[in-house]
Nanobody, 124 residues
Framework: QLQLVESGGGLVQPGGSLRLSCAASGFALDHYAIGWFRRAPGKEREGVSC????????NYIDSVKGRFAITRDNAKKTVYLQMNSLKPEDTAVYYC?????????????????WGQGTQVTVSS
């Protein structure tokens, strides 16, 4: 069974850091682009970042550029989202998703498998 499992969320103070992990089971990540999305309270889910299957291409929404970094280790079947200089507005449930193609997609509908999400709360 194909599964994605997120971990690494938690409560952190403003300015702090967290590293989220997205681990795949039941399939190899090598040919999948992986995206990170988030849903803040009362808001629509939005794409945060994406990495192509070869890690040759990454993208970020403007609000996290320079603070977040997406990487992947295909041998470990894991994608990471390093989040630094966290702000209260980063508070959300973070989801990873896999797209059965090598290149990133911007829309939720373009992704085929989803994890269950991990809560990130930024608060003093």
């Amino acid at each position: 069974q194909l599964q994605l499992v997120e971990s690494g969320g938690g409560l952190v103070q403003p300015g702090g850091s967290l590293r989220l992990s997205c681990a795949a089971s039941g399939f190899a990540l090598d040919h999948y682009a992986i995206g990170w999305f988030r849903r803040a309270p009362g808001k629509e889910r939005e794409g945060v970042s994406c990495i192509s299957s070869s890690a040759g291409s990454t993208n970020y929404i403007d609000s996290v550029k320079g603070r977040f970094a997406i990487t992947r280790d295909n041998a470990k079947k894991t994608v990471y989202l390093q989040m630094n200089s966290l702000k209260p507005e980063d508070t959300a449930v973070y989801y990873c998703a896999a797209r059965i193609t090598t290149m990133c997609g911007d829309l939720e509908d373009e992704y085929d498998y989803w994890g269950q999400g991990t809560q990130v709360t930024v608060s003093s």
